[in-house]
């Protein structure tokens, strides 16, 4: 389970504190507007009502220690600017900003943002599935509630086979087929390195570390999926 702060509980950021807890993981939910708090009170492991810029408030909450924060802060933006310089100060690796222009953007990048988001481009759902689990490349929602996701090979399932790792029942999703990259020689005797797609993986097909796996779902299970 990560840790999580998001601050601003407008619809975007709202979205992502719920989809956040929905995978698992604890969240702190912060705005300056106590309708807002109050509302996600049974939404998320903590909801308060804060200055996001008050360096000691956050330390007293325990926003000091979470393992990424999200400012989304969308109707103004020295609050947002201001925010995301004190959550760098107060030592957060990452640090993800909204921004609604180009301009906003290069502000919040100079002043400490690790990255920067407009959420016209991204929605929250695939923001927090990629928070979640850095190892997710790419996520394709088929319907409401299943998505596509192509997945960096979890650690833990380096060199174990379907089989040992049995998708379907531990984790009620289905591997659809495996990208390895293979090492092959051309024509002129020189190694290259080609991509190979395993279509028809069996319960005895190796996970090995460099695969891509593409995987079918319930978006909620696919959450869920080691990191």
Not at 140 to 152: I, P, R, T
Not at 165 to 189: C, H, P, S, W
């Amino acid at each position: 389970m990560k840790r999580f702060a998001v601050i601003g509980m407008g619809r975007f950021g709202t979205k992502l504190a719920q989809s956040l807890t929905a995978a698992g993981h604890e969240v702190i939910a912060i705005d300056v507007r106590a309708e807002m708090t109050e509302a996600m009170r049974d939404e998320v492991a903590l909801a308060v009502r804060m200055d996001a810029t008050n360096i000691e408030a956050l330390k007293t909450q325990g926003v000091d220690k979470v393992d990424a924060a999200i400012v989304s802060i969308g109707e103004d933006f020295e609050s947002n600017a201001l925010a995301t310089a004190t959550l760098k100060e107060l030592g957060i690796s990452l640090v993800i900003s909204r921004a609604a222009t180009p301009i906003q953007a290069k502000i919040l990048l100079r002043i400490g943002a690790d990255e920067v988001i407009n959420p016209q481009e991204q929605s929250a759902a695939r923001l927090a599935h990629r928070l979640a689990n850095p190892n997710i490349i790419e996520q394709l929602e088929l319907a409401a509630g299943h998505s596509l996701v192509q997945l960096n090979a979890p650690q833990e399932w380096h060199n174990r086979t379907l089989g040992q790792i049995d998708l379907r029942k531990k984790y009620e999703v289905n591997l659809v087929a495996i990208r390895r990259r293979v090492k092959v020689r051309g024509q002129d005797g020189q190694q290259a390195v080609r991509e190979r797609i395993i279509d028809l993986p069996m319960a005895g097909t190796t996970i090995q570390p460099n695969d891509v796996l593409v995987l079918v779902g319930s978006t909620e299970s696919l959450a869920k999926l080691p990191s």
